[in-house]
């Protein structure tokens, strides 16, 4: 039986490192901003939604190596974890508005799943008490939004390279994070 209670269980999920998600959202929009280089528009398309539906998955392989181990049936449940998992399905959700705009003007697609699914780290910075989810939220919705008016040529393109640079910065902040909460024994 575990009685962990509910903050004990936020320490734990506070002091986690957080860097095989964002790696792995950091290494997909940099292969979909390569796409949107070398292929068709219609390429393009496909990369964002298999892109982005792999993120979650590419994040679970990435874990093993940044000793998050996403898998490890040994780690006591987190509620926390729990929670994230519910933001990363609202993440998802959201498709039920990219597409629509999608079928109207299939160049909105980088701007709509590039804003939506950026809003999960908001919650996430509630949960870890830290500035770096807002950051990334806000940051990111501000310039995806700058660069789809400012560079419609290319929103294939500027738009994932400038959420690759949201990801850059933000795994900065998470490595230099000073963790200040310890979990009570």
């Known amino acids: 039986m575990d009685y962990r209670t509910l903050e004990q269980q936020r320490l734990e999920f506070i002091n986690q490192k957080f860097l095989a998600t964002p790696l792995a959202g950091l290494i997909i929009w940099a292969l979909i901003g390569t796409t949107g280089i070398f292929f068709s528009d219609f390429i393009a398309v496909w990369a964002v939604f298999i892109g982005t539906g792999s993120i979650v998955y590419l994040g679970l392989f990435l874990s093993k190596f940044t000793g998050e181990n996403f898998l490890d049936k040994s780690r006591p449940k987190n509620e926390f974890d729990t ?16 597409i629509p ?4 003007d299939y160049t909105s697609l980088p701007l709509t799943v590039g804003i939506l699914t950026g809003l999960m780290w908001l919650p996430f910075s509630w949960i870890v008490k830290h500035w770096v989810g807002i950051f990334h939220a806000l940051i990111r919705t501000i310039l995806v ?5 400012l560079l419609p040529e290319y929103r294939f393109i500027a738009i994932p390279f400038g959420i690759v ?9 998470l490595n230099h994070r000073k963790t200040v909460y310890k979990t009570k024994s």
């Open 145 to 149: 939004l700058a660069l789809w008016y």
């Open 83 to 98: 929670l994230f998992l519910y933001t990363a399905g609202q993440a998802i959700l959201v498709y039920s508005i990219a």
């Open 165 to 173: 640079l949201i990801y850059i910065l933000t795994l900065l902040i």
């Open 101 to 104: 705009f999608f079928l109207i």
